[in-house]
């Protein structure tokens, strides 16, 4: 029990770079004893109100269920080169420039430059990520459109994959996921065809955390993206790049989260979804 004021100081340093104990705050007020510098540097290293975090969560409901287990049923499937397993994702990128001199590294001295920049317009990456053989392919796009998925997704089938008998496609819903799109920018024969090539499956509405694309993604930013890119080319390079270098160390994910895992995990809303019967 806390019976001095140097107890109580001792007990408090103890907790500084642990987890914070409201319990511990309870237990000195009630003996009297406000050591207000001491509780001030344990909060201090707690509370952060300064940061936010971002989120989002979708609905739970019987069709998200369906969805996430459908596409971690894929991931729990043998590998299989005949029937490949793809997931597609695409992002928005920023083509940012220096709108101030650079002032180049020298001995001892890192690179300077201005904080000011340029802002160039815009493009988007498209990447598809072979599961099991750790390929990736990938296209820089000026636009995010229909016939963009529908060009980018002509091209891999036609450089990689033609020989095999069905692609199993993780991506998310969007309106523009869609064989329908591929009638846009070829004939009717083609368009069937190509789609007939897929096995289409979708994420969850705002669960895109289900498709490893997203993984590979957060790579890319890490690895070549956290620069400023100026304008198209040499973004269309870095990304080439990036994926040619992935590539060759035939980088996979090691994806742990199983049906099973779901079903523990999320427990409570399947239980909820059984009662609305």
């Known amino acids: 029990m806390l019976s001095s004021h140097g107890e109580v100081e001792l007990q408090i340093a103890q907790y500084r770079n642990r987890e914070f104990k409201p319990v511990l705050i309870e237990r000195i007020q009630k003996l009297g004893y406000s050591p207000h510098e001491s509780v001030r540097k344990v909060l201090k290293k707690q509370i952060k109100p300064w940061l936010s975090e971002q989120w989002c969560i979708g609905q739970i409901t019987g069709s998200y269920l369906w969805h996430m287990e459908d596409v971690l049923d894929q991931y729990e499937q043998p590998c299989d080169p005949l029937r490949p397993l793809i997931c597609f994702d695409e992002r928005p990128c920023f083509l940012i420039g220096d709108a101030g001199a650079i002032i180049p590294m020298s001995p001892g001295k890192t690179k300077w430059f201005h904080y000011e920049y340029k802002k160039n317009g815009s493009c988007c990456v498209l990447l598809a990520f072979d599961v099991h053989r750790g390929f990736h392919y990938v296209e820089v796009r000026e ?135």
């Open 143 to 277: 636009r995010r459109t229909a016939v963009d998925y529908s060009e980018f997704m002509k091209n891999m089938v036609e450089r990689h994959y033609s020989h095999v008998e069905k692609i199993r496609l993780i991506q998310d819903n969007l309106n523009t996921h869609t064989p329908g799109s591929f009638y846009k920018v070829m004939s009717a024969r083609e368009a069937f065809e190509l789609g007939q090539k897929f096995e289409l499956h979708y994420t969850p509405k705002k669960a895109s955390w289900l498709n490893m694309a997203e993984i590979e993604f957060a790579a890319l930013s890490r690895q070549c993206l956290n620069r400023r890119i100026a304008d198209y080319p040499t973004m269309v390079k870095g990304v080439e790049a990036w994926a040619f270098r992935r590539n060759l160390d035939g980088t996979t994910v090691n994806w742990k989260f199983a049906k099973i895992d779901a079903r523990n995990k999320l427990g409570r809303h399947y239980k909820d979804i059984q009662e609305l019967i």
